[in-house]
């Protein structure tokens, strides 16, 4: 299980890093969760757990990069039904999904590649099969012009 890090939100909007004894940005926060670590975002204010808030900024921040980062029709169900109804589904239900889908992507890359490197071993061995087919079809013309056949 990952070693959560723990990190200060201040007032200025200004992230620090307590294991790093460093202020940090919003993607080296992201660099970090990229990384596999886990993160705590405590407003230093209040002491409130703001990691929600901040992980929600950093989804903004890409979203607008990229122009969009959820469909359309979700954001509209989001807002239409609510934080409270939702809540318990994203929490539940889609990371569990989330994490089964990046479980069964790396389990297919891993057999793909495992393919692939048995496919150019299988490529060679049937480059050699056909090339002895080959030699043995032009013999087996030789033999029949030999006889006259042809």
């Known amino acids: 299980m990952p070693i959560t890090r723990y990190i200060k939100k201040y007032p200025n909007r200004r992230l620090y890093d307590t294991q ?3 202020y940090i940005s919003l993607t080296e926060l ?4 990229r990384s596999g670590e886990k993160v705590n ?3 230093i204010k209040t002491g409130e757990d703001v990691t929600a808030l901040v992980l929600t900024q950093i989804l903004m921040n890409k979203a607008k990069e990229a122009n969009a980062l959820l469909p359309v ?3 509209h169900i ?3 039904f609510g934080e409270d109804d939702l809540h318990d589904f994203f929490e539940n239900h889609i990371e569990k999904s989330i994490e089964n889908y990046l479980i069964y992507r790396k389990k297919m890359d891993e057999q ?5 490197e048995m496919g150019t071993e299988f490529s060679n061995l049937t480059e050699k099969i056909f090339k002895n087919f080959d030699l043995y079809n032009s013999k087996s013309d030789i033999s029949e012009q030999k006889d006259g056949s042809k």
């Open 78 to 80: 989001i807002i239409q």
């Open 73 to 75: 029709s979700l954001l």
């Open 41 to 43: 975002v405590l407003d």
């Open 20 to 22: 790093k004894s460093v």
């Open 30 to 33: 992201a660099d970090i969760i």
């Open 112 to 116: 793909l590649t495992t393919y692939m």
